[in-house]
Protein backbone atom coordinates (compact mmCIF):
# COMPACT_ATOMS: atom_id res chain seq x y z
CA UNK A 1 0.00 0.00 0.00
CA UNK A 2 3.06 2.41 0.45
CA UNK A 3 4.21 2.21 -2.83
CA UNK A 4 0.77 3.09 -4.51
CA UNK A 5 0.55 6.13 -2.07
CA UNK A 6 3.94 7.25 -3.33
CA UNK A 7 2.42 6.53 -7.29
CA UNK A 8 -0.84 8.21 -6.17
CA UNK A 9 1.26 11.42 -4.81
CA UNK A 10 3.47 11.40 -7.89
CA UNK A 11 0.13 11.33 -9.83
CA UNK A 12 -1.14 14.17 -8.53
CA UNK A 13 1.87 16.28 -8.25
CA UNK A 14 1.96 15.25 -12.56
CA UNK A 15 -1.78 16.36 -12.89
CA UNK A 16 -1.14 19.49 -11.15
CA UNK A 17 2.05 20.43 -13.55
CA UNK A 18 0.38 19.29 -16.52
CA UNK A 19 -3.20 21.00 -16.35
CA UNK A 20 -1.01 24.60 -14.92
CA UNK A 21 0.05 24.64 -18.31
CA UNK A 22 -1.92 26.38 -21.14
CA UNK A 23 0.04 24.74 -23.68
CA UNK A 24 -0.42 21.03 -22.52
CA UNK A 25 -4.10 21.88 -21.91
CA UNK A 26 -4.08 22.92 -25.34
CA UNK A 27 -3.03 20.24 -27.03
CA UNK A 28 -4.85 18.16 -24.96
CA UNK A 29 -8.31 19.81 -25.97
CA UNK A 30 -7.11 19.57 -29.20
CA UNK A 31 -7.36 15.97 -29.54
CA UNK A 32 -10.52 15.89 -27.23
CA UNK A 33 -11.96 17.69 -29.54
CA UNK A 34 -10.90 15.44 -32.51
CA UNK A 35 -12.59 12.95 -30.56
CA UNK A 36 -9.65 10.39 -30.07
CA UNK A 37 -10.90 9.01 -27.29
CA UNK A 38 -14.26 8.02 -29.13
CA UNK A 39 -16.65 10.79 -27.91
CA UNK A 40 -19.19 11.81 -29.73
CA UNK A 41 -19.23 15.28 -31.57
CA UNK A 42 -20.72 17.31 -29.20
CA UNK A 43 -19.38 16.06 -26.00
CA UNK A 44 -16.04 16.42 -27.68
CA UNK A 45 -16.71 19.46 -28.77
CA UNK A 46 -17.70 20.65 -25.17
CA UNK A 47 -14.55 18.63 -23.84
CA UNK A 48 -12.33 20.62 -25.55
CA UNK A 49 -13.90 23.84 -24.80
CA UNK A 50 -13.75 22.74 -20.61
CA UNK A 51 -10.02 21.29 -20.83
CA UNK A 52 -8.31 24.17 -23.05
CA UNK A 53 -10.11 26.79 -20.56
CA UNK A 54 -10.78 25.79 -16.98
CA UNK A 55 -7.91 24.24 -14.84
CA UNK A 56 -9.52 20.49 -14.15
CA UNK A 57 -5.98 19.26 -12.92
CA UNK A 58 -7.40 19.07 -9.36
CA UNK A 59 -10.35 17.05 -10.47
CA UNK A 60 -8.53 15.22 -12.62
CA UNK A 61 -5.77 14.42 -9.71
CA UNK A 62 -9.09 13.32 -7.79
CA UNK A 63 -10.43 11.21 -10.44
CA UNK A 64 -6.64 9.31 -11.20
CA UNK A 65 -6.07 9.00 -7.22
CA UNK A 66 -9.67 7.41 -7.02
CA UNK A 67 -8.39 4.86 -10.20
CA UNK A 68 -5.20 3.76 -8.96
CA UNK A 69 -5.97 3.85 -5.09
CA UNK A 70 -8.71 1.37 -6.10
CA UNK A 71 -7.36 -0.70 -8.54
CA UNK A 72 -6.09 -4.66 -7.25
CA UNK A 73 -2.54 -4.45 -8.87
CA UNK A 74 -0.45 -1.64 -9.81
CA UNK A 75 2.14 -2.92 -12.63
CA UNK A 76 5.07 -0.39 -14.43
CA UNK A 77 6.30 -1.05 -17.78
CA UNK A 78 10.08 -0.08 -18.66
CA UNK A 79 12.63 -0.47 -21.56
CA UNK A 80 15.82 1.03 -22.05
CA UNK A 81 14.52 2.41 -25.25
CA UNK A 82 12.23 3.80 -26.63
CA UNK A 83 10.47 3.48 -29.71
CA UNK A 84 7.98 2.02 -32.02
CA UNK A 85 9.00 -1.32 -31.17
CA UNK A 86 8.46 -1.28 -27.84
CA UNK A 87 4.75 0.69 -28.00
CA UNK A 88 3.90 -2.25 -29.31
CA UNK A 89 4.73 -4.96 -26.95
CA UNK A 90 3.23 -2.27 -24.42
CA UNK A 91 0.02 -2.71 -26.80
CA UNK A 92 -0.03 -6.00 -26.77
CA UNK A 93 0.48 -6.39 -23.04
CA UNK A 94 -2.25 -4.27 -22.37
CA UNK A 95 -4.46 -6.16 -24.80
CA UNK A 96 -3.42 -9.52 -22.61
CA UNK A 97 -4.21 -7.46 -19.43
CA UNK A 98 -7.26 -6.85 -20.92
CA UNK A 99 -8.43 -9.69 -21.78
CA UNK A 100 -7.48 -11.32 -18.37
CA UNK A 101 -9.42 -8.95 -16.96
CA UNK A 102 -12.49 -9.68 -18.72
CA UNK A 103 -12.34 -13.84 -17.49
CA UNK A 104 -12.77 -12.17 -14.14
CA UNK A 105 -14.83 -9.08 -13.94
CA UNK A 106 -17.24 -7.47 -16.54
CA UNK A 107 -14.88 -7.29 -19.45
CA UNK A 108 -15.05 -3.96 -19.90
CA UNK A 109 -11.86 -1.68 -21.06
CA UNK A 110 -10.88 0.75 -19.05
CA UNK A 111 -10.08 4.25 -20.42
CA UNK A 112 -6.90 3.81 -18.81
CA UNK A 113 -6.22 0.84 -20.61
CA UNK A 114 -8.30 2.99 -23.89
CA UNK A 115 -5.52 5.74 -23.80
CA UNK A 116 -2.45 3.56 -23.53
CA UNK A 117 -3.84 1.65 -26.59
CA UNK A 118 -4.55 4.88 -28.22
CA UNK A 119 -0.98 6.39 -27.28
CA UNK A 120 1.16 3.43 -27.68
CA UNK A 121 -0.03 2.61 -31.25
CA UNK A 122 0.19 6.40 -32.16
Do not use: H
Not at 58 to 74: F, T
Amino acid sequence: MEIKRKVDELIVRGDATQFSDSAYREELGYWIGQGVFGTPWLLAKIGQLAVTYMNIGRGQAKKDSEVLMSAPILAAISSEVNNRFWCRENEDFVYALERWKGKYSDGGMSSLSRKLLRYGSG
